[in-house]
T-cell receptor
Framework: AQSVTQLDSQVPVFEEAPVELRCNYS??????LFWYVQYPNQGLQLLLK??????LVKGINGFEAEFNKSQTSFHLRKPSVHISDTAEYFC???????????FGAGTTVTVRA | ETGVTQSPTHLIKTRGQQVTLRCSSQ?????VSWYQQALGQGPQFIFQ???????GRGNFPPRFSGLQFPNYSSELNVNALELDDSALYLC???????????FGSGTRLTVV
């Protein structure tokens, strides 16, 4: 079984400042890793994913994440945020054999002008 | 456009009733999963179907059941509704070979 810990429940940030959302996972098997964004009253939108290959993954809207196997982390970063990045962000992990997603509790990002 | 459509978007039911939630996926999406997201929490895995067979289940009681149909649609049934079943229910589908899930916008279920 896998588990995900998102280390920050809330992250306030000023517009055009950088942001980092931290995610650690535990698993006894090889995994796939994902970051999803959820805007109010909406479903989940995939930001980026790590399936294999390069550990630095680039996603939509200027986000990127780095897979660190030794530290079992998959932190999400954006160099300059916009007001429209205000949302809930979820880190998720799945077993490479069964594809079931385990989610973290989420990080609320609030971008202020 | 997400490619995964859920209906209805909102639903209010009384405790003890039964409910059916529906999901329509893109052609070729052979895997479908359902998740429950309580307010302020991350989604929790309910179950997964692959080619119309259940192939994984989370920690949910048997009154949560599902079906997947050949036309890439699926449904989630919940019997004997309880107040704690109030949540956003998300459907997610994936193509053969799995490159990640596409999620629908969800059905917001309120049990009163």
């Amino acid at each position: 079984a896998q588990s995900v810990t998102q280390l920050d429940s809330q992250v306030p940030v000023f517009e055009e400042a950088p942001v980092e959302l931290r995610c650690n996972y535990s698993s006894s098997v090889s995994v796939y890793l994902f970051w999803y964004v959820q805007y109010p009253n909406q479903g989940l939108q995939l930001l980026l994913k790590y399936l294999s290959g390069s550990t630095l993954v680039k996603g939509i809207n200027g986000f990127e994440a780095e897979f660190n196997k030794s530290q079992t982390s998959f932190h999400l970063r954006k160099p300059s945020v916009h007001i429209s990045d205000t949302a809930e962000y979820f880190c998720a992990v799945s077993d490479r054999n069964d594809y079931k997603l385990s989610f973290g509790a989420g990080t609320t990002v609030t971008v202020r002008a | 456009e997400t490619g995964v459509t859920q209906s209805p978007t909102h639903l209010i039911k009384t405790r003890g009733q039964q409910v059916t939630l529906r999901c329509s996926s893109q052609s070729g999406h052979n895997t479908v999963s359902w998740y429950q997201q309580a307010l302020g929490q991350g989604p929790q895995f309910i179950f997964q179907y692959y080619r119309e067979e259940e192939n994984g289940r989370g920690n949910f009681p048997p009154r949560f059941s599902g079906l997947q149909f050949p036309n890439y649609s699926s449904e989630l049934n919940v019997n004997a509704l309880e107040l704690d079943d109030s949540a956003l229910y998300l459907c997610a589908s994936a193509v053969e070979g799995f490159y990640g899930y596409t999620f629908g916008s969800g059905t917001r279920l309120t049990v009163v």
